[in-house]
């Protein structure tokens, strides 16, 4: 069964659609050779209220559900993912945690001025040493009066370069292993906090990509969100959340994929016929549609599950496990059927084929979602 989109998330995905269009796609390949977002688009991003997506109205944002987020994923996917990725992980990771642990006085601080895009957010969980094992970070937290002490370091932080609210899990209680992780949330004025230089990467060019390093970070003790403890079983069902939403983003990559090779076939002759007349190449997009359309029904399987209530752990990981091995797949055969096109810039398809990578890394990779998937069917009960 679709899911129902309430219609104020059905107006705003058509306004997007129109603002990506419109200003996004046309500044795409200056993002991309720049590898930044332009000022004035960070600006008409605020004013369409894209920062507050995720964010509860009593605190200025639209307070849409992740059936919503969703829906706004899937149009991103159709445009720069750079852009799409500041967007993304500040009204999904970045927020998420404030959102479900924080206290009345932390959302009031905060969550007004991320919902309008003056204060940026980022979620820093992975560690040099701790990545596909995020239980073995060694940045720590110690708590001394109404301060903690944060040090360790932090890498491959999505937004950090411009971030200036930081969700950060540290350990507080070794021996409790993964229930003596807690999250702060750090400013990024707090003294210690520094942020490295943005990292040079395969595609996302326009988002940032940098390490962090607390150094003897000074937080107080009311920027601990939750209870001391809390950070790690946050932070994973943060994850989970986040899983679907790429997944989401990655459907509406596959959409344009498709729209642009199938365009190409129409359009492009040789031999004497438009390539769209070789077998070949039809069964290769009909394929690309199925992986789509399979994709698509598990984001809303996932969807159906979370609204019941429901874990949503398993049919989280099947639908981004899925989703982004068929995106690779996609964007591949994209590439085959515009030819030499395909793998030059100005067609924009091999910058796609760049950027569908990352999603079968970050937020767990396949091998750990396979291990998920597997952990809840040989579950006992
Ligand atoms: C562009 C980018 C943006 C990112 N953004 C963020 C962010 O905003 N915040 C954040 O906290 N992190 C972020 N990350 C980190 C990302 O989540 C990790 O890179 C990812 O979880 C993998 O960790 P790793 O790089 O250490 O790889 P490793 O864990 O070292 O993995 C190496 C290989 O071993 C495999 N492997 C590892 N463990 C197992 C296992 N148990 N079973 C089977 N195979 C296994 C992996 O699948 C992989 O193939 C980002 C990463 C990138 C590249």
Same mark, same amino acid.
């Given at each position: 069964?679709?899911? @129902?989109?309430?219609? @104020?998330?059905?107006?705003?995905?058509?306004?997007?659609?129109?603002?990506?269009?419109?200003?996004?796609?046309?500044?795409?390949?200056?993002?991309?050779?720049?590898? &930044?977002?332009?000022?004035?688009?960070?600006?008409?991003?605020?004013?369409?209220?894209? =920062?507050?997506?995720?964010?509860?109205?009593?605190?200025?944002?639209?307070?849409?559900?992740? $059936?919503?987020?969703?829906?706004? @994923?899937?149009?991103?996917?159709?445009?720069?993912?750079?852009? $799409?990725?500041? /967007?993304?992980?500040?009204?999904?990771?970045? &927020? &998420?945690?404030?959102? $479900?642990?924080?206290?009345?006085?932390?959302?009031? #601080?905060?969550?007004?001025?991320?919902? +309008? !895009?003056?204060?940026?957010?980022?979620?820093?969980?992975?560690?040099?040493?701790?990545?596909?094992?995020?239980?073995?970070?060694?940045?720590?937290?110690?708590?001394?009066?109404?301060?903690?002490?944060?040090?360790?370091?932090?890498?491959?932080? +999505?937004?950090?370069?411009?971030?200036?609210?930081?969700?950060?899990?540290?350990?507080?209680?070794?021996?409790?292993?993964?229930?003596?992780?807690?999250? =702060?949330?750090?400013?990024?004025?707090?003294?210690?906090?520094?942020?490295?230089?943005?990292?040079?990467?395969?595609?996302?060019?326009?988002?940032?990509?940098?390490?962090?390093?607390?150094?003897?970070?000074?937080?107080?003790?009311?920027?601990?969100?939750?209870?001391?403890?809390?950070? *790690?079983?946050?932070?994973?069902?943060?994850? &989970?959340?986040?899983?679907?939403?790429?997944?989401?983003?990655?459907?509406?990559?596959?959409?344009?994929?498709?729209?642009?090779?199938?365009? *190409?076939?129409?359009?492009?002759?040789?031999?004497?016929?438009?390539?769209?007349?070789?077998?070949?190449? #039809?069964?290769?997009?009909?394929?690309?549609?199925?992986?789509?359309?399979?994709?698509?029904?598990?984001?809303?399987?996932?969807? @159906?599950?979370?609204?019941?209530?429901?874990?949503? +752990?398993?049919?989280?990981?099947?639908?981004?496990?899925?989703?982004?091995? $068929?995106?690779?797949?996609?964007?591949?055969?994209?590439?085959?059927?515009?030819?030499?096109?395909? *793998?030059?810039?100005?067609?924009?398809?091999?910058?796609?084929?760049?950027?569908?990578?990352?999603?079968?890394?970050?937020? !767990?990779?396949?091998? /750990?979602?396979?291990?998920?998937?597997?952990?809840?069917?040989?579950?006992?009960?």
């Amino acid at each position: 069964m679709p899911i @129902e989109l309430s219609p @104020e998330v059905r107006q705003f995905c058509e306004a997007l659609r129109r603002f990506l269009e419109h200003e996004v796609e046309p500044r795409s390949r200056w993002i991309e050779e720049h590898d &930044t977002i332009p000022d004035e688009l960070m600006q008409m991003a605020r004013d369409l209220g894209l =920062f507050g997506i995720t964010i509860p109205e009593e605190y200025g944002g639209a307070g849409f559900d992740l $059936a919503g987020k969703c829906a706004i @994923e899937e149009e991103l996917g159709k445009s720069n993912y750079g852009f $799409a990725s500041v /967007i993304a992980n500040h009204t999904g990771i970045a &927020t &998420t945690g404030i959102v $479900a642990l924080g206290s009345a006085g932390q959302k009031r #601080q905060y969550l007004p001025r991320m919902a +309008t !895009g003056e204060l940026i957010g980022c979620f820093a969980l992975t560690e040099p040493q701790a990545g596909s094992d995020p239980a073995a970070m060694r940045t720590t937290a110690v708590k001394q009066g109404d301060r903690y002490v944060l040090d360790g370091e932090k890498i491959y932080i +999505t937004n950090a370069g411009i971030a200036d609210v930081f969700t950060v899990m540290a350990v507080t209680d070794k021996a409790k292993g993964t229930k003596g992780i807690s999250a =702060f949330i750090v400013e990024r004025g707090f003294p210690g906090l520094k942020v490295g230089r943005n990292e040079l990467k395969m595609g996302m060019h326009g988002v940032s990509t940098a390490p962090v390093v607390l150094e003897r970070c000074e937080v107080p003790v009311e920027n601990r969100l939750g209870e001391e403890g809390m950070g *790690y079983i946050q932070a994973m069902k943060t994850l &989970t959340w986040g899983r679907v939403t790429i997944a989401a983003r990655c459907v509406g990559m596959m959409d344009k994929l498709i729209a642009r090779s199938a365009a *190409y076939m129409k359009t492009r002759a040789q031999g004497g016929r438009r390539i769209a007349e070789y077998q070949g190449l #039809q069964w290769m997009l009909a394929d690309m549609a199925v992986a789509r359309d399979a994709s698509r029904l598990l984001v809303e399987r996932a969807l @159906e599950i979370f609204a019941r209530g429901e874990r949503g +752990t398993l049919e989280a990981s099947v639908a981004k496990l899925f989703t982004t091995e $068929a995106l690779g797949k996609v964007a591949d055969s994209a590439v085959q059927i515009h030819g030499g096109m395909g *793998y030059m810039r100005e067609a924009g398809i091999e910058t796609m084929y760049r950027d569908s990578r990352i999603t079968r890394i970050y937020e !767990g990779t396949s091998e /750990i979602q396979r291990n998920i998937i597997a952990r809840e069917l040989l579950k006992d009960g």
